[in-house]
């Protein structure tokens, strides 16, 4: 019932920039929130950055002020501008949709998953 298709991965030199797309296609409930949840070799996986049909957005603290995430609602694509990348950034990021919050500030993901690209940072 949903499909995502998620692009934009590939190797960058430290410093360096990529931007990660997602479409979302499907039937949808709005209010589910859009992101995406990383994963480096030997760590457990962890929420990158989301954002939710409001607007309201949540990063790791590791990244903070480097990634921006942003949504096309009409689109239905989520993006993620990564700049200053570092080298603990090397992953593989799947998109997600779902991602919801509670009254705590506490993050969850969602039921719907992207396919993963990978991004390396290494000179």
């Known amino acids: 019932q949903v499909q995502l298709v998620e692009s934009g991965g590939g190797l960058v030199q430290p410093g360096g920039s990529l931007r990660l797309s997602c479409a979302v296609s499907?039937?949808?409930?709005?209010?589910?929130?859009l992101g995406w949840y990383r994963q480096a070799p030997g760590k457990q996986r962890e929420l990158a950055a989301a954002i939710t049909s409001g607007g309201t957005t949540k990063y790791a603290e590791s990244v903070k002020g480097r990634f921006t995430i942003s949504r096309d609602n009409v689109k239905n694509t989520v993006y993620l501008q990564m700049n200053s990348l570092k080298p603990e950034d090397t992953a593989v990021y799947s998109c997600n949709v779902g991602i919801y919050y509670d009254a705590r500030g506490n993050w969850f993901s969602g039921d719907y998953w992207g396919q993963g690209t990978q991004v390396t940072v290494s000179s």
């Open positions: 499907g039937s949808i409930f709005s209010i589910n929130g």
